[in-house]
């Protein structure tokens, strides 16, 4: 009797060790796959409300091509050179120019993209104390006269391959953002003016597939 | 099996601990998420709020402003500010800022455009700009010479705001009676302001014909009636300084009076005999000055302009810049920049 009581006892052990276990693996797949879903969601987003769809960022199959924007100066009316701009900058991360371009903005929206090839500190004052102190940086061209703003961006695309949002910079490799969650069948997709994600898991047990606005095609 | 038990009870509790402790890291996440959303949206609503300001002349003297409110959410109290940094005469950056419990903000920012009085009128090529192609038939006078000049019924001090960089500007560039309008599609607007939209701002409308005339009621001036333009012969008068914008879907006809201000008609605008304007025409189709008739200031008439024999044309950049400013808080509403969208990050 007491043998029987025993292996009872070490049977019902041994069972809710296993259902505890099953129900902590499908917990971590759901939280992946809504940690993948979140930051694709965010990232993506907040990439492409920086720009506009057609001139700064497309949509072609499982990739999204864009001027990833990392930062804007305001332009300082100090200008001497023409291959020069005095800015006040604010943003994600420093300017490098190995890898940043500047898009100019003049004061009726007209648009010039330049080179950044080199990254100074200035002595000039340039507005509210308040803002960084101002920089220099000089460019591959001249400045279009009147700009007002200067947009930091670095070319990349976002890919949904491989089961995970991955980033490309420039002609590097494609570095993931995400736990790799998704089914090869998770796509952008374009319904009438929205871009939007239609997430399917590769883990049945992760959920059911969800889609997510991104991004207006305007 | 006492060491048995104590082994399962072991391994249940680091399994139970391990589901809490990723029940609590989703749970964060999900609250984050929300956050984040909740901060973008007021920081959202911050920008477009911020964007709809109705302007005012102290827009003119600042560098940057901002306004401060407080909300509460589901989520929490969230701070947001709307602020305006100005970066060129008509150049403005504007923010909208969110914060909630003193974490990392959302912003979001805009570039926009608002009419500067003075950058559009030295902006304008000629007295007169038309559309391409149009016809300017010229055979009255027309005088270019001083478009800074103070005559009356303009008084002293009416252009002292922008008579040194008036001047400035019209030394280094002479200024055509009639020059061509550079976009033929559409009828002349004012910069990023298009005639549309611009036509929809006057906050009142005429038709047809009539005379214009100030209305005074126990000393006090009318500014809502319609043919009510000002007094410009009477400065001293309490219509003296209503420089008023008016509107007309259709073709207008001027019989003869005296008025001031800005003047936009989609269609044909006429000056008959004796009468008077001072300042800014905006016309879709031609203007016509008949003999006797007196136009001071400056116009873009996209379907030419017509001069007879016995009427005045008087450049004036005072007279346009003038009444301009006056319609600042009308016309100087923010235009966000089309080809750019949202600015940021900042």
């Known amino acids: 009797m007491a043998l029987l009581l025993g292996l009872f006892i070490v049977h019902l052990g041994f069972t809710t060790l296993a259902r505890l276990r099953r129900a902590q693996t499908r917990l971590e797949v759901r939280t992946d796959a809504l940690v993948a879903t979140r930051i694709t969601r965010h990232v993506v987003r907040r990439e492409l409300r920086h720009g506009r769809h057609g001139d700064d960022w497309f949509v072609n199959d499982d990739s999204i091509f864009l001027r990833a924007f990392r930062g804007t100066a305001l332009v300082c009316p100090y200008d001497t050179l023409t291959l020069e701009l005095t800015v006040v900058f604010g943003g994600d991360r420093r300017p490098d120019p190995s890898k940043d371009s500047v898009l100019l903005i003049g004061p009726l929206g007209s648009l010039e993209a330049r080179a950044l090839t080199g990254v100074g500190s200035s002595s000039n004052p340039c507005g509210p104390t308040a803002l960084p102190p101002p920089e220099t940086w000089r460019l591959d061209a001249a400045v279009p006269p009147g700009s007002v703003v200067a947009r930091l961006y670095e070319r990349g695309s976002y890919h949904l391959s491989a089961s995970a949002l991955r980033y490309r910079r420039g002609a590097s490799g494609r570095q993931p953002l995400t736990p790799e969650v998704w089914s090869a069948s998770s796509a952008w997709v374009r319904t009438g003016r929205v871009l939007g994600l239609e997430a399917r898991y590769r883990d049945s047990e992760a959920g059911a597939p969800w889609s997510a606005f991104l991004a207006w095609l305007e | ?346």
């Not at chain 2, 600042?62 to 109290?77: E, F, L, M, N």
């Not at chain 2, 103070?150 to 400035?168: E, F, S």
């Not at chain 2, 008439?301 to 004036?316: C, D, I, K, M, P």
Request: proline share 8%.
């Open chain 2, 1 to 346: 099996m006492l060491a048995f038990v104590i082994l399962v009870m072991l391994g249940l509790f680091a399994l139970t601990h391990g589901v809490l402790v990723a029940s609590l890291a989703e749970l964060a996440g999900s609250r984050a998420a929300v956050r984040e959303l909740e901060v973008s949206a007021a920081a959202e609503g911050a920008l477009q709020a911020t964007l709809t300001t109705p302007p005012g002349p102290w827009m003119d003297s600042v560098v940057a402003w901002d306004a401060r409110t407080v909300s509460h959410g589901p989520a929490g109290r969230t701070e947001t500010f709307g602020i305006m940094r100005r970066l060129g005469p008509e150049s403005w950056l504007i923010e909208g800022l969110a914060q909630m419990h003193s974490r990392a903000p959302a912003r979001t920012a805009r570039m926009a455009w608002s009419i500067d009085p003075l950058t559009r009128v030295t902006s304008l090529q000629g007295i007169v700009s038309v559309g391409p192609g149009a016809l300017a038939s010229i055979p009255g006078t027309v005088d270019t010479s001083d478009p800074t000049a103070v005559v009356a019924p303009m008084q002293a001090g009416d252009c002292d705001a922008w008579l040194d960089a008036l001047n400035a500007h019209y030394l280094a560039h002479e200024v055509p009676a009639v020059a061509t309008l550079p976009d033929s599609a559409s009828p002349p607007g004012l910069g990023l302001l298009e005639f549309a939209d611009a036509l929809a701002a006057a906050p009142v409308a005429v038709a047809g014909s009539g005379t214009p005339a100030p209305t005074e009621v126990l000393g006090v001036c009318l500014t809502d009636e319609p043919w009510g333009w000002g007094d410009p012969v009477r400065p001293w008068r309490p219509c003296g300084a209503l420089l008023p914008l008016r509107a007309a879907s259709g073709d207008l006809l001027v019989s003869g009076g005296a008025g001031q201000g800005v003047l936009i008609v989609d269609g044909e605008l006429t000056l008959a005999a004796g009468a008077r304007y001072y300042g800014l025409v905006l016309s879709s189709g031609a203007l016509r000055l008949e003999a006797g008739s007196v136009f001071e200031g400056m116009a873009l008439a996209q379907g030419g302009v017509y001069v007879a024999e016995g009427a005045t044309l008087r450049g004036s950049a005072c007279w346009a810049a003038r009444v301009l400013a006056a319609q600042r808080p009308a016309l100087g509403r923010f235009v966000p920049l089309r080809s750019v969208g949202r600015v940021g990050p900042l």
